[in-house]
């Protein structure tokens, strides 16, 4: 492997309702706004779908549920577009218009070559791990949710991959057969995102942390973490990134004036046989419906504020004029 690839994974996406309509007005490539360049030279990039793609189904009304979140399959071509190879499922929106329109998006997922993972048909498709190859690498992508239990996919039963979160063997024993099955598929590296804990929370809560560390101990070489709508901090735990919260990259939601979770961060990982070498941080503010690089003093408060995160939790961020970065491994000697 002559350089590192480059693995560009980002937090929510959510392309429905008010992002639908805008993105049917104004066309696919909309969302990314000026991000659309840097996603599509990264060698693999990965989402998290906060929404289901799909023209049928019906709103989910078997329980109680506020929100619900359905894109036109034009966001399918919005994904091609960003060079999206693989989007995670795990999440308490991928079912929002029932089993019905679940199904829909897997086959149009699979009809235009976009890996998924998180969600399936039954159990086994749910914890199946995505396998991306590039540049003579092989990633695995793991996706587990700890929302709406009731979701759970089961022997026959579509739904999402659902874990607690814990590090008891109710929890423990799925992900360590998930990287262990991941590696037996042959991969370089195990990337375990998953969609977990309250929303608008700055700060990982002690659980939390030890079920990351627990996931590390267990053999995966990203950790990689939303659904709080903002951004937290980043550890480095033996050598592996932490990504406790990447927040939210494209949506329509209501803006809290003081925790911003129209603020966030596309995450550039930099990726070599050894794992994780380097990750590049770029601030990123959400507008109208689309995801645009922060600039000025929006770049400055993010990057102030994804500093402090981090230096609660040990990791020190390099910050040069507009460039911010951790150094996860020391750079190899040439």
């Known amino acids: 492997m002559n350089r590192p690839l480059t693995l560009v994974m980002t937090g929510d996406v959510m392309l429905g309702r008010g992002v639908d309509e805008t993105l049917r007005r104004l066309g696919p490539s909309h969302p990314w706004g000026d991000l659309l360049p840097l996603l599509d030279e990264a060698d693999l990039t990965v989402m998290n779908l906060e929404c289901v793609i799909a023209r049928g189904g019906q709103p989910w009304s078997r329980w109680p549920k506020v ?10 071509t919005a994904l091609q577009m960003a060079g999206v190879d693989c989007v995670t499922l795990a999440n308490n929106h991928v079912l929002d218009y029932e089993e019905e329109a679940l199904l829909e998006m897997l086959g149009l997922l699979e009809q235009r070559g976009i890996a998924y993972t998180g969600a399936g048909r039954d159990l086994e498709q749910a914890r199946r791990p995505a396998l991306l190859e590039t540049l003579g690498m092989r990633l695995a992508v793991l996706a587990f949710t700890d929302n709406e239990p009731g979701w759970a996919a089961q022997p026959g039963r579509p739904g999402t991959n659902y874990l607690p979160i814990t590090t008891e063997d109710r929890a423990m024993h799925p992900v360590r057969d998930g990287i262990a099955g991941a590696k037996a598929a042959g991969a370089d590296l195990v990337v375990f995102t998953v969609h977990w804990g309250p929303n608008m929370v700055q700060r990982p809560r002690p659980r939390f942390r030890a079920f990351a560390h627990a996931v590390i101990d267990a053999g995966a070489d990203v950790f990689f973490g939303h659904s709080a709508h903002i951004f937290q901090g980043i550890e480095i735990y033996r050598e592996r990134p932490i990504i406790y919260d990447a927040g939210d990259f494209v949506d329509d939601y209501v803006v809290d004036p ?43 408060a993010i990057a102030e504020r994804v500093g402090q995160l981090s230096a609660e939790l040990g990791t020190t961020i390099q910050h040069h004029e507009h460039r911010l970065w951790i150094q996860v491994r020391p750079p190899m000697a040439h």
């Open 67 to 76: 929100y619900h979140f359905r894109a036109d399959p034009l966001a399918i």
């Open 258 to 300: 003081e925790l911003r979770n129209d603020w966030g961060l596309l995450f550039r990982l930099e990726v070599d046989e050894t794992g994780v070498r380097r990750i590049e941080l770029i601030p990123v503010v959400i507008a109208q419906r689309q995801v645009n690089r922060a600039k000025d003093q929006v770049h400055a």
